[in-house]
């Protein structure tokens, strides 16, 4: 059918939010849903609860053309949508590598009684392979009988901080159906996707949500890849920053996700990561995979190794000594402090006794909430007064601009230490500072 498909989204966090916005601004009916009656009337209100850049603008742009609506009822989201999208969270379970999927089954479980006319449930969400299957028998089970409803999956791979162009613009479009009305439903919601030349894999369930798993694997055993040679590099004095920009020459390799530094963090690489390790032990094929769990250890080894260079720069130790820490968010462009390797060096080096202070451009907030036991300041200047040395963990641009001589003036000791081979190392050490850097000798 060429019918124009109306569209749900449920769950409104990072990515249901982004989704429903994205789909609406393209030229779809849509209905977000969530059960977080506050974050549903700030996003009916025209407010994006996280910092992502554009997605503000677009969703002014959305609630104005009337095509996007928020609610908090099942019953409305049954009624409305011919193609539901799951977008809820799957975090890492207190105390385990395995998936939550509480909010998943949740979603499904409201979701189907409602659903009483011909639909399309699509997973967005990333999930342990099989969880597809499973819930295709739960969607069967709980939608009134006589129903015709089928699930498919899509998994996302927006990353924070480009969230709106790798939604309206993504790589590619991975497509897990079990039928051609499937496939032919998803092509409809995707249309304006797709008309841009779009490539889609159509494939099964399971593939499809293997995709994700296998892609976020890919690209942490990339980032402790070039970690681990940094390990190497600090033992025999080489510099791991020469050596990743002479793989990333090789077009085979590529520069990107190449970066060594304080290693990877956020609400998916670490997570998915255990999570598919984890899933891969339970089916039987642990070993296979056995390799991510080193990719997990090098990723923390540099967390610890960064505070010992710190120690090192003062020499031998924080007790008392004042700390600049640049950078609390997991990744510039982003207020996400989920498994941040900033704050948690930062954490680190406060419990060793150090007067650490903080500043961040956009996480501050969040960081506060997160660790309010550290201290706070408003510019990268303002926690910089009187250092004893300032240590960048989150390359933000603010931090990057940063004038050598112009810091010179406020600090107590010249002493940088650079977490992300962020700043130009010559230019530091020619205006007199002791700059180190993780990897470089
Ligand atoms: C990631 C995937 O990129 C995305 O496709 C998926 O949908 C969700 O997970 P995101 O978590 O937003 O996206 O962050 P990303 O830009 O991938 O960075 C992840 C972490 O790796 C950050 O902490 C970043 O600092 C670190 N990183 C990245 C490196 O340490 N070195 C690199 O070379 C690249």
Same mark, same amino acid.
């Given at each position: 059918t060429a019918e124009v498909p109306r569209l749900t989204v449920i769950g409104t966090g990072y990515l249901g939010a982004t989704h429903a916005i994205c789909m609406a601004v393209l030229g779809f009916e849509v209905l977000g849903v969530d059960v977080d009656r506050e974050r549903i009337a700030r996003l009916a209100s025209g407010e994006v609860p996280f910092f992502e850049p554009g997605l503000p603008e677009l969703l002014t742009k959305a609630l104005d053309s009337g095509r996007l609506r928020f609610t908090t009822s099942y019953e409305e989201v049954g009624e409305f949508g011919d193609v539901h999208f799951v977008c809820v969270g799957t975090p890492q379970l207190p105390g385990s590598d =395995?998936?939550?999927?509480s909010y998943v089954e949740a979603a499904i479980g409201s979701l189907a009684p409602h659903l009483r006319r011909r639909a399309l449930v699509v997973g967005k969400s990333t999930v342990p392979v099989g969880t597809a299957q499973r819930l295709t028998g739960v969607l069967h089970d709980l939608a009134p009988a006589g129903t015709d409803v089928e699930l498919a999956w899509n998994p996302e791979f927006l990353r924070e901080g480009f969230a709106v162009d790798d939604t309206m613009r993504p790589d590619r479009l991975v497509f897990g159906v079990a039928s051609d009305w499937a496939e032919e439903r998803l092509r409809a919601a995707f249309k304006p996707v797709l008309d841009l030349g779009t490539p889609v894999v159509r494939t099964d369930l399971a593939t499809a949500e293997l995709v994700k798993v296998a892609a976020n694997s890919f690209l942490a055993t990339k980032i402790s890849y070039i970690n681990a040679m940094a390990e190497v590099c600090e033992a025999v004095g080489a510099d791991v920053k020469d050596l990743a920009d002479s793989l990333a020459l090789d077009d085979r390799i590529? @520069? /990107?996700?190449l970066k060594p530094g304080l290693g990877f963090g956020g609400g998916c690489l670490p997570k998915d990561i255990r999570a598919f390790a984890h899933r891969a032990e339970e089916i039987g094929v642990g070993q296979a995979v056995s390799f991510l769990r080193q990719v997990d250890d090098i990723n923390r080894r540099r967390r610890a190794r960064t505070v010992d260079l710190v120690r090192e720069v003062l020499g031998g130790d924080l007790a008392g000594r004042r700390i600049a820490v640049w @950078? =609390?968010?997991? /990744?510039?462009?982003?207020?996400d402090i989920r498994d941040a390797p900033a704050l948690d060096v930062a954490r680190t080096m406060h419990g060793l006794g150090g007067d650490v202070r903080v500043h961040d451009p956009v996480a501050l907030d969040n960081a506060r909430r997160a660790a309010p036991e550290l201290t706070y300041g408003d510019s990268a200047f303002d926690v910089a007064r009187d250092a004893d040395v300032v240590v960048l963990l989150t390359e933000w641009s603010d931090f990057r601009e940063v004038r050598p001589e112009a810091l010179a003036e406020v600090v107590k000791h010249k002493r940088i230490v650079d977490g992300r081979h962020a700043l130009d190392a010559a230019q530091w050490r020619g205006a007199g500072w002791e700059y180190r850097a993780l990897g470089r000798s």
């Open positions: =395995a998936a939550d999927l590529g @520069g /990107k996700f @950078g =609390a968010a997991f /990744k510039p462009n982003s207020d």
